[in-house]
């Protein structure tokens, strides 16, 4: 039988009530003959309380050391979902063990909060398979080269799952979410939109970046270097559907572009609040500029997005470009304090108030004015686009955030995205 590992969410693990129904769920896969590996989150909320404690008795700023406690801190919600599952996995009958990302060991760099993974020891895992236990590992953490227990950052579990798989040669990672599958928009603001049975990961990658929430794209990242197939599937349909229809439920998110797939010219429509545009006004129109600015932005740490330079008028132009939410203030600060006096531009001004809505599909590739459909469909809602990004299969337009669900409605309806998948 095959290798699977199985992630679950922090809503999938909520309660005793809900991880007791993912040990039946995975005992039913081991019990097919399967080698199983499970990765879960911390039980929903559980993080935002811990770091909220935190938060409590040291306010201020955060230094490396509280960083490092942070970590500390955070990595004990998965440690204590993991041991609950293996406890009920042995409720179940299923011989079952669980270990903290440093005790695989998982190895990361020492980036605090945002660490990234280096690589994963597998023998230990391995043996336990082969003497038929089910072995849970702890997802969104690991351990730095002096020790240190590190966490990969939010959605980090989804990261940790396909890195083990990727590891363990895994056959598929199950991705068991909140959701049933990959939808061609947010269910949330457009009722209409379809579950996708398959995406290619190009657009998955593409989804992700864009705003998309089902998955965290270092996960899809790490998929698509090691071509691990995934599946994102629902956790709250019964434990016990039939093994062959669960195993064939959900979204696949494949490697080819084969005759099966949706042919679609856009799969899918994204967006993303968490956005905000910062502009340098009248900075010279020079060589080097451009890495003036963006270069002491990245020596700060923030990543930049979407990025436009306007035409020179008298030797100066303004650079815009959109930065993280959480960064804002961070960046005007830097840019007011540090940027402009050394350039000497004008001024920066800021909007906290955009949004990036792109349109994603692999049939942009062979489909002409597929953009100017777009511009178009927004013109003829009184939509103003603020900005434009593009590559092979997408195209993001940064608009007032206001317009956001107005804009996600109109190309939806644009490009046909409730209309049903061709049998």
Same mark, same amino acid.
């Given at each position: 039988?095959?290798?699977i590992? @199985?992630?679950?969410g922090?809503?999938?693990?909520?309660?005793?009530? !809900?991880?007791?129904?993912?040990?039946?769920?995975?005992a039913?896969?081991?019990?097919?003959? @399967?080698?199983?590996?499970?990765?879960?989150?911390?039980?929903?909320?559980?993080?935002?309380?811990?770091?909220?404690?935190a938060?409590?008795?040291?306010?201020?700023?955060p230094?490396?050391?509280?960083?490092?406690?942070?970590?500390?801190?955070? #990595?004990?919600?998965?440690?204590?979902?993991?041991?609950?599952?293996? /406890?009920?996995?042995? +409720?179940?009958?299923?011989?079952?063990?669980? $270990?903290?990302?440093?005790?695989?060991?998982?190895?990361?760099?020492?980036?605090?909060?945002?660490?990234?993974?280096?690589?994963?020891?597998?023998?230990?895992?391995?043996?336990?398979?082969?003497?038929?236990?089910?072995?849970?590992?702890?997802?969104?953490?690991?351990?730095?080269?002096?020790g240190?227990?590190?966490?990969?950052?939010?959605?980090g579990?989804?990261?940790?799952?396909?890195?083990v798989?990727?590891?363990?040669?895994?056959?598929?990672?199950?991705?068991?979410?909140?959701?049933?599958?990959? $939808?061609?928009?947010?269910?949330?603001?457009?009722?209409?939109a379809?579950?996708?049975?398959?995406?290619?990961?190009e657009?998955?990658?593409?989804?992700?970046?864009?705003?998309?929430?089902?998955?965290?794209?270092?996960?899809?990242?790490?998929?698509?270097?090691y071509?691990?197939?995934?599946?994102?599937?629902?956790?709250?349909?019964?434990?016990?559907?039939?093994?062959?229809?669960e195993?064939?439920?959900?979204?696949? /998110?494949?490697?080819?572009?084969?005759?099966?797939m949706?042919?679609?010219?856009?799969?899918?429509i994204?967006?993303?609040?968490?956005?905000?545009?910062?502009?340098?006004?009248?900075?010279?129109?020079k060589?080097?500029?451009? $890495?003036?600015?963006?270069? #002491?932005?990245?020596d700060?740490n923030?990543?930049?997005?979407? /990025?436009?330079?306007n035409?020179?008028?008298?030797?100066?132009?303004?650079?815009?470009?959109?930065?993280? @939410?959480?960064?804002?203030?961070?960046?005007?600060?830097?840019?007011?304090?540090?940027?402009?006096?050394?350039?000497?531009?004008?001024?920066?001004?800021?909007?906290p108030?955009?949004?990036?809505?792109?349109?994603?599909?692999?049939?942009?590739r062979? @489909?002409v004015?597929?953009? +100017?459909?777009?511009?178009?469909?927004?013109?003829?809602?009184?939509?103003?686009?603020?900005?434009i990004?593009?590559?092979?299969?997408?195209?993001?337009?940064?608009?007032?955030?206001? $317009?956001?669900?107005? #804009?996600?409605?109109?190309? !939806?309806?644009?490009?046909?995205?409730?209309?049903?998948? #061709?049998?």
């Amino acid at each position: 039988m095959a290798l699977i590992v @199985h992630k679950y969410g922090g809503t999938s693990m909520g309660s005793t009530e !809900r991880i007791a129904q993912v040990a039946k769920r995975v005992a039913k896969w081991a019990r097919a003959g @399967h080698k199983m590996v499970v990765v879960p989150s911390a039980m929903s909320g559980e993080t935002n309380r811990l770091l909220g404690l935190a938060k409590e008795l040291a306010p201020g700023k955060p230094t490396a050391d509280y960083l490092r406690e942070q970590d500390m801190l955070a #990595a004990t919600g998965e440690q204590a979902s993991s041991a609950l599952l293996a /406890i009920a996995l042995q +409720a179940e009958g299923q011989p079952a063990v669980s $270990y903290a990302g440093w005790q695989v060991p998982i190895r990361t760099s020492n980036a605090y909060t945002k660490a990234r993974i280096d690589s994963i020891d597998d023998k230990k895992v391995r043996a336990d398979l082969d003497a038929g236990k089910v072995v849970i590992i702890t997802g969104f953490q690991g351990v730095d080269e002096g020790g240190n227990i590190t966490t990969l950052g939010r959605g980090g579990s989804d990261t940790s799952a396909v890195a083990v798989a990727a590891a363990l040669k895994a056959d598929e990672a199950l991705i068991f979410t909140d959701v049933d599958g990959v $939808y061609t928009t947010d269910p949330r603001i457009v009722p209409e939109a379809r579950r996708l049975s398959t995406i290619s990961f190009e657009e998955m990658l593409e989804m992700a970046s864009l705003g998309s929430k089902v998955l965290q794209i270092r996960s899809v990242e790490f998929a698509g270097k090691y071509k691990v197939p995934m599946r994102v599937l629902s956790s709250f349909t019964p434990w016990d559907i039939d093994l062959t229809e669960e195993a064939k439920s959900g979204t696949l /998110i494949t490697f080819e572009e084969d005759e099966q797939m949706e042919q679609a010219v856009v799969s899918g429509i994204a967006f993303n609040r968490d956005e905000a545009k910062i502009s340098v006004l009248g900075v010279p129109d020079k060589p080097g500029i451009a $890495y003036q600015i963006l270069g #002491a932005v990245a020596d700060a740490n923030v990543e930049v997005d979407v /990025i436009i330079q306007n035409i020179s008028q008298g030797g100066k132009t303004d650079f815009s470009f959109t930065v993280n @939410h959480n960064d804002f203030a961070k960046t005007l600060d830097l840019l007011r304090d540090k940027v402009v006096p050394a350039l000497g531009a004008a001024e920066v001004v800021g909007d906290p108030r955009i949004c990036k809505v792109s349109i994603v599909g692999i049939g942009m590739r062979s @489909h002409v004015g597929v953009a +100017a459909k777009m511009f178009r469909v927004l013109s003829e809602e009184g939509i103003n686009i603020q900005m434009i990004s593009t590559s092979e299969i997408k195209s993001s337009v940064v608009i007032d955030e206001k $317009y956001m669900e107005l #804009a996600v409605k109109a190309l !939806r309806r644009a490009f046909d995205l409730d209309r049903p998948a #061709a049998a």
